[in-house]
């Protein structure tokens, strides 16, 4: 089992941050925990490519200096209830299954 997984949003993020793993890794080590344990029915549905690409931006953006958040590059799950552009979102509702709205939804 990877130590990561138990570690603290602001632990993963300095992590990312101070280069001792990249975004992408950590990316990937959360889509294949959460594959892991799919029988938990803890997602609905994931964004493997999205998650990826997002996480090769943070990257991009360490490897280059750019002043990054103090959250970014750290792995979060998203309630079905907040719309999300491009990405099925039904709120677990059969009434809105199928439904991919063409915005996201603020918070």
């Known amino acids: 089992m ?3 997984a138990f ?3 602001t632990e993963l993020a300095a992590a990312v941050r101070g280069k001792e793993i990249s975004a992408t890794e950590l990316a990937d080590l959360y889509l294949q925990r959460a594959d892991a344990d799919a029988d ?3 997602y609905l549905r994931l964004d493997p490519d999205g998650a990826r690409q997002q996480a090769r931006a943070v990257d991009d953006a360490i490897a280059s200096g750019t002043e990054v958040g103090p959250l970014a590059g750290v792995p979060f799950a998203l309630k079905d209830a907040l719309v999300t552009k491009g990405l099925e979102t039904t709120s677990a ?5 199928g439904w991919v709205p063409p915005y996201d939804g603020t918070a």
């Not at 509702?93 to 299954?97: A, F, G, M, T, V």
């Open 7 to 9: 570690q603290s949003a």
């Open 93 to 97: 509702s059969k009434i809105l299954e």
């Open 40 to 42: 938990l029915g803890a």
């Open 2 to 4: 990877n130590e990561r």
